[in-house]
């Protein structure tokens, strides 16, 4: 359902500050496939995403979504079929409205003042509920007053409100106290497996990149350098993982966000 072939990309091209982030990546995604994306700092794991979201071309190389080449369509187009969420809790949703507005931004049916159905109100309420977070009896409050686990359960639901193609988390719990990160996670797998969605999830926590989804990929230096699903994955383990990266990118896997989740 999602194909890069052969993308790369360089920032500052030809200038002291050129960096390498992507190197002819390869990846063909399969429809229902929730891929779980673990490497080092600077790996290229974000900026994996930002080709696919569009918030940046790359310099090469194409990316199909569908059947269809969006390359070179701008992010604002993509968006109509990539949710995504980011580390910090405050991006996604906007502070100053209210739980059941934002929920009506995102489902499109509303915006500043404009009127929220009464069959739009039961079916946020509802949706909320599944959260278990209270969030329900609190529809008429502003977002900027949620705590940072219950702001990110909500963007996940405005993420998922019009079941996106594919749905992309770029460490969307690494900012919350574990507890808080345990919950939200446990969300995540509900809401992905409930909609059928088909997702890919960034983590520092390798424990939680074995535990969840079906496939897991590993990068590092701007390349995929492992990527196991099926019966290699469940017989994977903690130490493997670490093993397998020493022994395919030369050295141990540092990650400032992994090692301080170990
Ligand atoms: N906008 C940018 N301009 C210049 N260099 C960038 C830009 N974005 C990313 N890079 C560089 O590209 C490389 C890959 O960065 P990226 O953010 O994708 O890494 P990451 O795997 O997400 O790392 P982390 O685990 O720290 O989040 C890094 O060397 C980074 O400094
Ligand atoms: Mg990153």
């Not at 990316?63 to 996604?92: C, N, V, W, Y």
């Not at 705590?147 to 998922?160: C, N």
């Amino acid at each position: 359902m999602l194909q890069l072939i052969g993308v790369n990309k360089v920032f500052n091209a030809g200038t002291v500050n050129e960096k390498v982030a992507l190197t002819d990546i390869n990846l063909d995604v399969k429809p229902g496939d929730f891929i779980t994306i673990i490497g080092s700092n600077g790996a290229g794991k974000s900026t994996l995403f930002n080709m696919i979201s569009g918030y940046f071309y790359s310099d090469s190389g194409n990316i199909i979504l569908d059947g269809k080449d969006i390359t070179l369509l701008p992010e604002h187009i993509r968006a109509k079929s990539i949710g995504r969420l980011f580390q910090d809790p405050m991006l996604g949703s906007a502070p100053g409205m209210t739980i059941e507005e934002n929920l009506a931004l995102a489902a499109g049916h509303g915006g500043w003042f404009s009127h929220i159905s009464k069959k739009d109100k039961s079916l946020f309420r509802e949706k909320l509920a599944l959260l278990d977070m209270g969030l329900e009896d609190r529809m008429k409050q502003p977002v900027g007053l949620l705590s940072g686990g219950q702001r990110q359960a909500l963007t996940l639901l405005m993420a998922t409100m019009n079941p996106p193609k594919l749905l992309l988390l770029d460490e969307h719990t690494a900012a919350l106290d574990p507890a808080t990160a345990d919950k939200v996670m446990e969300i995540t797998k509900n809401v992905v497996e409930e909609e059928n969605l088909t997702c890919m999830m960034i983590t520092h926590n390798m424990g939680a990149a074995l535990e969840f989804g079906n496939r897991t990929i590993m990068m590092d230096s701007g390349k995929i350098i492992l990527d196991i699903e099926g019966e290699t994955r469940e017989k994977c383990t903690v130490d493997d993982l670490l093993n397998e990266f020493k022994q395919r990118a030369g050295e141990s896997l540092d990650n400032d966000r992994m090692l301080l989740s170990k």
